[in-house]
């Protein structure tokens, strides 16, 4: 059973920066499919950074340069380090893993979701 758990969300100022983890559980590895997605209030979901099935690292236009993505895979932990955060990424943040379609992890989603963490950002 794939169990995706995060951690580190928060409030902070604007220009401020945060570190989000996620734990990872009964999934094979963290090589690809698995990536950071998020969802403001009245907004659809959209990926924000995530590794696809090739490995390929993909970052969404509005973080590029500012948010890293990371694993640590002695830990089985999948990071993502956001910096001169704005009031625009305020969100609720889900690790998610596994490809609904491989190639297009980003846009298409995943089959395993964590439960999600608050990220608020005020200017």
């Known amino acids: 059973q794939v169990q995706l758990v995060e951690s580190g969300g928060g409030s902070v100022q604007a220009g401020g920066s945060l570190r989000l983890s996620c734990a990872a559980s009964?999934?094979?590895?963290?090589?690809?499919?698995v990536g950071w997605f998020r969802q403001a209030p009245g907004k659809e979901r959209e990926g924000v950074a995530g590794?696809?099935?090739?490995?390929?690292?993909t970052y969404a236009d509005s973080v590029k340069g500012r948010f890293t993505i990371s694993k640590d895979n002695a830990k089985n932990t999948l990071n993502l380090q956001m910096n001169s955060l704005k009031p625009e990424d305020t969100a609720i943040y889900y690790c998610?893993?596994?490809?609904?379609?491989?190639?297009?992890?980003?846009?298409?989603?995943?089959?395993?979701w964590g439960q999600g963490t608050q990220v608020t950002v005020s200017s």
């Open positions: 998610a893993a596994g490809c609904v379609v491989p190639g297009l992890f980003m846009r298409r989603g995943a089959f395993y």
């Open positions: 009964g999934y094979p590895d963290l090589r690809n499919c």
């Open positions: 590794f696809d099935i090739d490995g390929t690292t």
